[in-house]
């Protein structure tokens, strides 16, 4: 583990803050818990390596829209996002956002340091195109019927609602999606995810026009 990284801990729950910054610390990481967007904003640009555990669910700002203002400035920061309310469709909006994972709470220990080493890994250079076109052999793989399954889980839809756009039964989606998960090579939604849009399978660019300025979000509550 690199001595110049620093996870970047965004949450505006306080227990939650010294949960998981105990347990990173006692991984071995160094920690810098903010209590909102605008605390760790605030610090960019920074020297060293970093990484952004940011919870999705914040008032003011939230985790997608820290990321969409990350995004807007160009600024590269592996980011993983935490909820306790997650959904399909908050999962695409996350990933679509830049986050190079979306993990639900409670978040266990291994899974969370298991993000945060393959959000930096990703960050290697040379491998993002190495992983692309691993990616796009495997998109050639699948069927017609396939890849307009795997367009529907990527806008966020449930199997019940692509079987309907599709015109089959849910139990025809659920198999086509079964086959889509082995041929991708994917172990869960979040990795599909990271590995079809990171290659523009469907792309539907992040809408920056209403992110407000830094010094325009409101400052934390104390």
């Not at 640009?45 to 555990?53: D, E, M, N």
């Not at 997608?64 to 993983?80: K, S, T, W, Y």
């Not at 959000?119 to 017609?144: F, H, K, M, N, W």
């Amino acid at each position: 583990m690199a001595n110049d990284l620093t996870i970047h801990l965004v949450d505006d729950e306080e227990a939650l803050r010294r949960s998981l910054t105990f347990l990173l610390v006692s991984a071995g990481f160094a920690v810098r818990a903010h209590s909102c967007a605008k605390q760790f904003l605030d610090l960019l640009p920074f020297s060293g390596r970093g990484c952004l555990v940011t919870d999705l669910r914040m008032p003011d700002v939230d985790g997608i829209e820290l990321l969409q203002h990350l995004r807007r400035f160009n600024m590269e920061v592996p980011a993983i996002v935490i909820t306790g309310q997650g959904d399909i469709a908050a999962a695409v909006r996350a990933m679509k956002a830049g986050a190079a994972d979306f993990l639900e709470k409670p978040v266990g220990e291994g899974a969370l340091i298991a993000a945060i080493n393959l959000a930096i890994g990703q960050r290697r250079p040379g491998r993002a195109v190495a992983d692309c076109e691993s990616v796009a052999a495997r998109v050639r793989q699948l069927t017609d019927r396939e890849h307009q399954v795997l367009t529907g889980v990527l806008d966020g839809l449930q199997n019940k609602m692509i079987a309907y756009r599709l015109g089959i039964s849910s139990r025809t989606v659920e198999v086509h999606r079964a086959n889509v998960m082995a041929k991708m090579g994917a172990r869960n939604l979040a990795e599909l995810m990271r590995m079809t849009i990171a290659i523009d399978a469907v792309e539907q660019p992040t809408d920056t026009a209403r992110i407000p300025a830094i010094n325009a979000w409101p400052a934390c509550a104390r």
